[in-house]
């Protein structure tokens, strides 16, 4: 975060979750003035007025989970907040086309990366301009590691994927804000994998999977959850291949915790 001397009296400036105006003294010290409205706060991973998220996921160590990114995706759409999926890791196997093209097709930004070998890293920097961008995932995934070649200002800690705990063990213990360039920050964050959906009316939830879009309104019933209804534009959509069936069974999964929820 920058040190007050650093800031023009009276200028917002980022910090890992606020914004705030800092009053500076003439000795060049300062105090915090006013903390501004939050454009969105996130839970998980801890961090506030995000423009985008960078889903960071393994293709292998940490194998992927696709429930956890599809819930991540959510949790994004319902603040409005874009998402690019990052597949680390290419470098341990052959290809990441399935879990890339499920994601490309459901309308998400693919970028395909090995850090340890320096791939990829040129087409994620070409989308980092000028938005607060936060990189979540699973422990281990290697967000720490992407970071450090983004840019040679950062020296992020970075660590081995513990062979007991197949997750990782958790180096980056701290939300990071990192100064990219200009008007551009970077937000490292800790991995964590247990993550909770927020507070969202289950008739809500098919408008946060962006794939859906082209095929609602076309169900036979007005009101359709597109878990079971007879003549469902979705279930339709799932049988002839347009939507994938990995996100189809999350999208029910989901629905059914969030009906659930409400009835307590
Ligand atoms: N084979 C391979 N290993 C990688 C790659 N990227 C990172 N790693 C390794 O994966 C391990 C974890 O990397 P980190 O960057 O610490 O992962 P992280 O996502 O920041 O983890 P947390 O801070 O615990 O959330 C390290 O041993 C890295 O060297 C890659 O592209 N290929
Ligand atoms: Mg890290
Ligand atoms: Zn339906």
């Not at 450090?148 to 994927?161: A, C, I, M, R």
């Not at 063990?169 to 551009?184: F, G, K, M």
Request: glycine fraction near 6%; hydrophobic fraction near 40%; proline fraction near 5%.
């Amino acid at each position: 975060m920058p040190r007050a001397g650093q800031i023009p009296k009276g200028r917002s400036i980022s910090a890992s979750r606020d914004y705030v105006t800092i009053d500076l003294l003439d000795d060049g010290t300062g105090s915090v003035a006013q903390i501004m409205p939050r454009k969105n706060i996130f839970i998980r991973p801890p961090v506030a007025n995000i423009d985008e998220f960078i889903i960071v996921a393994a293709a292998k160590n940490p194998a992927p989970d696709l429930t956890f990114i599809d819930k991540m995706t959510v949790i994004a759409s319902h603040k409005g907040v874009g998402v690019t999926l990052c597949i680390n890791k290419t470098d341990l196997v052959d290809n990441v086309h399935e879990i890339a093209s499920i994601y490309r097709k459901a309308g998400f930004e693919v970028v395909e990366v090995s850090a340890q070998n320096r791939v990829g890293i040129e087409e994620l920097r070409s989308r980092l301009k000028g938005k607060v961008i936060a990189f979540t995932g699973f422990s281990g995934v290697g967000k720490s590691s992407i970071l450090n070649l983004l840019s040679d200002k950062f020296q992020l800690e970075t660590g081995e994927v513990s062979k007991k705990l197949s997750r990782g063990r958790h180096t980056t213990r701290h939300v990071e804000l990192l100064e990219y360039e200009q008007a551009s920050y970077l937000v490292d964050t800790p991995g964590f994998s247990m993550l909770d959906l927020p507070d969202i009316a289950p008739e809500e939830l098919e408008t946060l999977f962006p794939e859906f879009e082209p095929f609602l309104g076309q169900c036979r019933f007005r009101g359709c959850s597109h878990t079971a209804e007879r003549d469902c534009a979705i279930i339709h959509a799932v049988e002839c291949g347009e939507i994938a069936p990995s996100r189809y069974e999350n999208y029910k999964t989901f629905y059914q915790t969030l009906k659930t929820a409400k009835q307590w």
